[in-house]
């Protein structure tokens, strides 16, 4: 986001072969940056407003949330492979 405000252009990176251990690494929860509740607190509202949104829809609230939660899990996996180092992706879920 703050390439895109500073320089005007967004650029994605493919890493095709990134490493999945990362994914499951959880030890280093004290390096999450400054804006850390203001991130997690965006994702909580997104996948909220989703569910809501998908209940309208199907009028089922468990295939609602397991929907929502396997778009978590696929956004998060993903983001390995466009270089985001994939610390806290477990814990990032749980949340």
């Known amino acids: 986001m703050e390439q895109l405000l500073n320089f005007r252009s ?3 990176k493919w890493k095709p072969t990134p490493n999945f251990r990362l994914f499951f690494y959880i030890y280093d929860l004290t390096l999450i940056h400054p804006d850390y509740v203001e ?6 509202i997104g996948f909220a407003i989703m569910d809501f949104l998908l209940f309208n829809l ?9 929907i929502s939660i396997v778009s ?3 956004t998060e996996f993903f983001q390995l ?3 985001k180092d994939g610390g806290f992706m477990i814990f990032q879920l749980i949340l």
């Open 81 to 83: 492979f466009f270089g």
């Open 10 to 12: 967004l650029a994605f």
């Open 39 to 44: 991130v997690k607190l965006g994702y909580f």
């Open 58 to 66: 199907l009028k089922n609230h468990k295939y609602a949330i397991a």
């Open 72 to 74: 978590a899990f696929i």
